[in-house]
T-cell receptor
Framework: DGGITQSPKYLFRKEGQNVTLSCEQN?????MYWYRQDPGQGLRLIYY???????QKGDIAEGYSVSREKKESFPLTVTSAQKNPTAFYLC???????????????????FGEGSRLTVL | AQSVTQLGSHVSVSEGALVLLRCNYS??????LFWYVQYPNQGLQLLLK??????LVKGINGFEAEFKKSETSFHLTKPSAHMSDAAEYFC??????????FGKGTKLSVKP
C-alpha cells in the first residue's frame, strides 16, 4: 500500500550526537514536510521541500538539516546544535506544491506515524 | 498573520453526548480547511476537508464540520460520542500563500 514510512519509531540520543530520522514516501508526491510536536504546542514546521534538490526553512529550522536528493526521500538530521531535541517528529507529504505552484492546492497533507526522539 | 485558533485545549464529554470542537481562522479570503485526528504516538489522519462547494462537510467516523464564512469558523461535530473518539484533534487551514497552518489541538476525552 502507498504511504509514508518513518524510521525509527523510537530513538535515544546522547547529548552532542547528531541523529538522522528517515522519511520515505511512495505516493509520488511533490512536496514533503517535517514537523516537530511538543505537548500543548501543536505542530511546528521545521523544513519543507516542494521539489527535488530544493528545500526551505520553516519556523524552527535552527539545529536541524535536511536533504532532498530523491523525490521519495526527505531525511531530517537533528544536530548537536539543537538545544532541546526531545520531541515527536512527524513527516508529511502533499501531492501538489500548494498555492506557490500558481494554482489552487488540491490535496491535504499525508502523515507518517512519527518518530519519538529522546535525549538522555 | 494568518492563524488558526482552537478554543479549548481539553474537552470532555460523556459517551453518547454531542461532540463540539471549535475552530476559527483568520483570513480575508476563505482558505481550504481541514480537521485531523491523532491517536497517542501516531501520525495525523485526515477526518474531513472543505475546499469549495457545500459548506457542510461530512468526514469519517461520523464527524462533520460546517464552514461559516461570516463567522470565520469551521467547527467539528459528532452527534454521539464513542469511547474510540478519544484523541487529539487539529484544525488546519491553507491560506492563499504559504503552508498549512495548524491550530494547537484539542484533546477530547470521552467518559463512560
Amino acid at each position: 500500500d502507498g504511504g509514508i514510512t518513518q524510521s525509527p519509531k523510537y530513538l535515544f540520543r546522547k547529548e552532542g550526537q547528531n541523529v538522522t530520522l528517515s522519511c520515505e514516501q511512495n505516493l509520488n508526491h511533490d512536496a514533503m514536510y517535517w514537523y516537530r510536536q511538543d505537548p500543548g504546542q501543536g505542530l511546528r514546521l521545521i523544513y519543507y521541500s516542494q521539489i527535488v534538490n530544493d528545500f526551505q526553512k520553516g519556523d524552527i529550522a535552527e539545529g536541524y538539516s535536511v536533504s532532498r536528493e530523491k523525490k521519495e526521500s526527505f531525511p531530517l538530521t537533528v544536530t548537536s546544535a539543537q538545544k532541546n531535541p526531545t520531541a515527536f517528529y512527524l513527516c508529511a507529504s502533499r501531492p501538489d506544491r500548494g498555492w506557490t505552484s500558481g494554482r489552487a492546492p488540491t490535496g491535504e497533507l499525508f502523515f507518517g506515524e512519527g518518530s519519538r526522539l529522546t535525549v538522555l | 498573520a494568518q492563524s488558526v485558533t482552537q478554543l479549548g485545549s481539553h474537552v470532555s464529554v460523556s459517551e453518547g453526548a454531542l461532540v463540539l470542537l471549535r475552530c476559527n481562522y483568520s483570513s480575508s479570503v476563505p482558505p481550504y480547511l481541514f480537521w485531523y485526528v491523532q491517536y497517542p504516538n501516531q501520525g495525523l489522519q485526515l477526518l474531513l476537508k472543505y475546499t469549495t462547494g457545500a459548506t457542510l462537510v461530512k468526514g469519517i467516523n461520523g464527524f462533520e464540520a460546517e464552514f461559516k464564512k461570516s463567522e470565520t469558523s469551521f467547527h467539528l461535530t459528532k452527534p454521539s460520542a464513542h469511547m474510540s473518539d478519544a484523541a487529539e484533534y487539529f484544525c488546519a487551514a491553507t491560506p492563499w500563500a504559504g503552508n498549512l497552518i495548524f491550530g494547537k489541538g484539542t484533546k477530547l476525552s470521552v467518559k463512560p
